[in-house]
């Protein structure tokens, strides 16, 4: 019988290459974690984590990640660990052949800090999920006072993002409060004067309208003149002068 010498040596090929895989993959697997690489994003100046308390969150008193061997680290794990955190938006882990375990983490963004008035105080994140607050980090984001429940989020988120993009709004409204359902007021930085915003809908138009009361009136009488400034009615602002002004 011929011996068909290239198979021969092809099959003897494959076998020392799968033995020489599976020695590296067994070196590898022992091989002892050298560091942690950690990488967050800080966009927006967000800094509820750092790379200490990542760290803090990986080495618990259930895993000591940090003591592992390569093989012995599982990235879904850490992943699923991270993201758990109320802080975290999205987490991405991985090994590399140095023995060297990689974070790339995205925090999640505040956007209002809200008290509910039942001593509740917490964070609305950009995607409406809640953020508790944070002993190292206090974001600068608009204040929402009353009693908030989670049908209001996204009309607030949706307000928020009008008055971001409008440089008058952004420098003038800083806080609201919600006061009956379906109702908020706007506080404002100059002026001794309340904005009754009612729901939180047509809002560019709310807007609209009152920035024309500010060129046409309020501009003129004074930013002390008027007590309330109501937007809640279609097409038309109902304002009320101070009573030492109407006697």
């Known amino acids: 019988m011929k011996i068909n010498w290239k198979f021969v040596k ?14 590296s ?70 090994k590399d052949i ?5 974070i790339d983490l995205k925090q ?14 917490y964070y609305l994140a950009e995607d409406l999920s809640t953020i508790p607050l944070s002993s190292v980090y206090s974001a600068q984001v608009l204040l929402v006072g009353g009693n908030v429940d989670e049908n209001d989020y996204e009309g607030i988120k949706n307000m928020i993002e009008i008055i971001k993009a409008d440089k008058l709004l952004k420098n003038h409204v800083i806080a609201m409060r919600k006061e009956a359902p379906n109702s908020f007021n706007l ?25 024309l009361f500010y060129e046409q009136y309020l501009g003129k009488v004074g930013l002390d003149y008027y007590e309330k400034i109501n937007l809640k009615f279609n097409n038309q602002i109902v304002a009320t002068k101070r009573e030492s002004d109407e006697k």
Do not use: C, W
């Open 187 to 211: 506080l404002i930085n100059k002026g001794d004067y309340i904005i009754e915003f009612g729901e939180l809908e047509r809002i560019e138009e709310k807007f609209e309208n009152l920035k």
């Open 98 to 102: 140095n023995g060297k375990l990689k």
């Open 25 to 94: 993959a067994h070196r590898y697997s022992s091989k002892p974690l050298e560091d942690i690489i950690i990488h967050i994003d800080y966009g927006e100046g967000k800094y509820f984590l750092n790379d200490s308390l990542v760290k803090r969150i990986i080495d618990n008193r259930e895993m000591k990640v940090s003591q592992f061997t390569m093989g012995q680290i599982r990235v879904d794990q850490i992943e699923n660990l991270l993201n758990d955190n109320p802080f975290v938006a999205h987490t991405e882990v991985y």
């Open 10 to 23: 092809f099959v003897l090929g494959m076998s020392v290459l799968i033995f020489l895989l599976s020695f």
């Open 108 to 121: 999640k963004t505040p956007i209002a800090r809200i008290n509910d008035g039942f001593n509740n105080e």
